[in-house]
């Protein structure tokens, strides 16, 4: 299974370098169920999911949590962060790692495998 590369800016045609707002990380998944299957399909079929984040220079939790909340929550965080590997900055990926996975453990009931 080859990896594969989601480009948050691109997807969401964002201007600004920030990914911000739960809106915007739930617009994401959406794109992904409507353009790619959906993060589940992605799961099953590819051995890593790379978030680029290029050109981002932060990044808050609603953000985090409208996009990929559900998918900690069933995954789990080990198996999220075997699974989804984020190409960013360090202070982004600090926060994803001490505050927005935990926080997905708390946020969400589950509703959905999207």
């Known amino acids: 299974m080859e990896p594969i590369k989601i480009y948050p800016k691109a997807l969401l045609n964002l201007q600004q370098p920030l990914l911000l707002g739960r809106p915007n990380g739930e617009k994401l998944t959406a794109i992904i169920n409507s353009k790619l299957s959906g993060w589940d399909?992605?799961?099953?079929?590819?051995?890593?999911?790379?978030i680029v984040c290029?050109?981002?220079e932060g990044m808050n939790k609603s953000f985090f949590l409208g996009a990929f909340g559900q998918r900690v929550k069933i995954l789990g965080a080990e198996k999220f962060r075997e699974?989804?590997?984020?190409n960013c900055i360090a202070?982004?990926?600090?926060?994803?790692?001490?505050?927005?996975i935990p926080a997905s453990l708390l946020d969400f009931p589950i509703t959905s495998t999207n």
């Open 83 to 86: 699974k989804y590997v984020f």
């Open 54 to 56: 290029d050109f981002i």
């Open 91 to 100: 202070t982004i990926k600090s926060d994803i790692d001490n505050e927005f």
């Open 41 to 50: 399909y992605l799961e099953k079929h590819h051995d890593k999911i790379i």
